[in-house]
């Protein structure tokens, strides 16, 4: 069974810097962030390999990077020049597609979310 359990939510202003963390019990072969803002489907904002190799959604690509450290079993976020329209629900989530598609209905597991909200 994997276990999932993110952290670093919070509130900034607009372009400012978040770095979520989400800890795991037996990671599988892809990691992947999503996010579901209200009113709206979760979407994918990033997804790593085993390999390192990343995937980025265009919404956020060249202002957010994932990370993993396998060592601390704990997957990374880092969201820089933070825009309203960032502001949702993230969730870590983990696949046992070695792809590591940025698609919703290819992750297995989830956890329960963290809070990001972006001001004006």
Same mark, same amino acid.
Do not use: N, T
């Given at each position: 069974q994997v276990?999932?359990?993110?952290?670093?939510g919070g509130s900034?202003?607009?372009g400012g810097s978040l770095k979520l963390a989400c800890t795991i019990i %037996?990671?599988?072969?892809?990691?992947?962030?999503?996010? =579901?803002?209200?009113?709206?489907?979760? +979407?994918?904002?990033?997804?790593i390999d085993r390999d390192g190799k990343t995937r980025y959604s265009d919404s956020v690509k060249g202002?957010?990077?994932?990370? %993993?450290d396998s060592e601390k079993n704990t997957l990374y976020l =880092?969201?820089?020049?933070?825009?309203? +329209?960032?502001?949702a629900v993230y969730y870590c989530a983990a696949s046992y597609l070695a792809s590591c598609p940025l698609i919703r209905?290819?992750?297995?597991y989830w956890g329960q979310g963290t809070q990001v909200t972006v001001s004006s």
């Open positions: 276990e999932l359990a993110e952290s670093g900034v202003q607009a %037996r990671s599988p072969w892809c990691m992947g962030w999503f996010r =579901q803002a209200p009113g709206k489907e979760r +979407e994918a904002v990033a997804s202002r957010f990077s994932i990370s %993993r =880092q969201m820089d020049s933070l825009q309203p +329209e960032d502001s209905s290819d992750y297995h």
